[in-house]
């Protein structure tokens, strides 16, 4: 199908809305943003829920609601204990683009949350999709909230073929989501697709039989389920070799040191870390003088392992190593009690490390 086609033409929207409406009534899933409709707790489980799936959400919504119960709480934090309380969960720009435009709610909007598209959309990190998803879920308007499991559930419905990876495809979805969306309980329309995509229409193997909308989907009458959506692969993951320094001064603390504000993990604590692609592993002491001001005598490798992002691969090297000799200033290197550590944000692949300690 191509973007000129309408995909609607034949389509029964009422009866859709009905079948899928019905189902999910009974069969919505109990989740802990869904006790009420506050806007602030539909904002935080939507931007939590970018890229992460829903049973590794949960636990981190309860205690993040525990922690900053409203836009004041999470506005008025330090964003060392914000990060703190999104560690583990990966992604962590979320979490400052969170707490950014919360302030901006606090400050422009009197700590209410915008109910209006455009405002909405001038807060840092909210997209189409969570704009969408809060005007919808939130305040019950019938706004389109299209995410890939929309996408999936469409495709086949519809029987599109268009490439969900182009930005274009994402505006058709956008727009056919917005003619099929129940005006009536928008709220519910919205969930409901995202429950029917992450529990019924999966990406691998769905269960059509058991489906609530299987006499309107075209893929499942053209046994064509499993090819779509289309999507083009993404580009190849880079592999990245570093040596990661558990290293000790005399008084047997430990030494971390705080990431750039910008960019890959940013403003989280590491244990430091040695790029390795263009250097020998002989000349890591070296290298380690001349940026950090401090000589160190490495121990042998206790033990390695990889972390996959997105777009590239730690493969991590764990070092023993204890400090030699410190020129007067060293820069980046703070050196903390083991025991502190626990008080200080650390990403998955560093917290993995202390075990070695």
């Known amino acids: 199908m191509t973007v ?38 539909v904002w935080v489980s939507e931007i939590m829920l970018q890229q992460t799936k829903v049973d590794t959400v949960i636990p981190y919504f309860n205690n993040f609601i525990e922690k900053f119960p409203t836009v004041y709480d999470l506005a008025a ?3 060392q204990a914000v990060l703190k309380a999104w560690e583990g969960l990966g992604y962590y720009s979320r979490a400052r683009n969170l707490q950014h435009a919360v302030r901006e709610v606090v400050e422009n909007y009197g700590g209410t949350v915008p109910d209006d598209p455009k405002q909405l959309e001038g807060l840092k ?36 073929d268009d490439d969900i990876a182009l930005p274009k495809t994402k505006k058709l979805f956008e727009s056919v989501t917005g003619e099929v969306i129940s005006h009536e309980d928008p709220s519910s ?43 083009t692969k993404a580009k190849k993951n880079k592999k990245m070799p ?3 320094l558990l290293l000790r001064n005399e008084e047997g603390k430990v030494a971390i040191e705080q990431r750039p504000e910008e960019g890959l993990l ?32 490495l121990g042998k490798k206790q033990g390695e392992f990889k972390h996959v992002f997105s777009h590239l691969t730690w493969e991590l090297g764990i070092y023993p190593a204890v400090l030699m ?33």
């Not at 189409?128 to 929309?150: F, H, M, R």
């Not at 403003?267 to 002491?285: D, H, I, Y």
């Open 125 to 160: 990190g909210i997209g189409s999709y969570t704009k969408g998803a809060i005007l919808s879920i939130a305040y019950n308007q019938p706004e389109p909230a299209v995410d890939g499991n929309v996408m999936r559930v469409f495709s086949r419905v519809l029987n599109i």
């Open 77 to 79: 934090a330090e964003e």
């Open 189 to 231: 329309f919205n969930q409901a697709i995202m429950d029917l995509g992450a529990t019924i229409c999966t990406p691998k193997s769905p269960a059509c039989l058991v489906c609530p909308v299987q006499e309107h989907c075209e893929a499942f009458k053209l046994g064509i389920e499993q090819q779509l959506p289309i999507k």
């Open 325 to 357: 000799e410190q020129a007067e200033q060293v820069t980046s290197l703070t050196f903390v009690d083991e025991a502190e550590l626990g008080n200080y944000p650390f990403p998955v692949s560093h917290q993995k490390m202390m075990q070695f300690l």
């Open 4 to 41: 000129q086609d309408n995909p609607l033409q034949n389509f029964n929207i009422s009866a859709f809305q009905n079948d899928l409406l019905t189902w999910y009534y009974t069969n919505k899933r109990d989740l802990p943003w869904r006790q009420d409709q506050d806007p602030y707790k």
């Open 242 to 244: 570093y040596a990661v």
């Open 266 to 297: 940013a403003n989280l604590w590491q244990f430091p870390m040695v790029p390795l692609q263009e250097l020998e592993m002989e000349l890591l002491e070296n290298w380690f003088y001349a940026h950090y001001g401090v000589r160190v005598k």
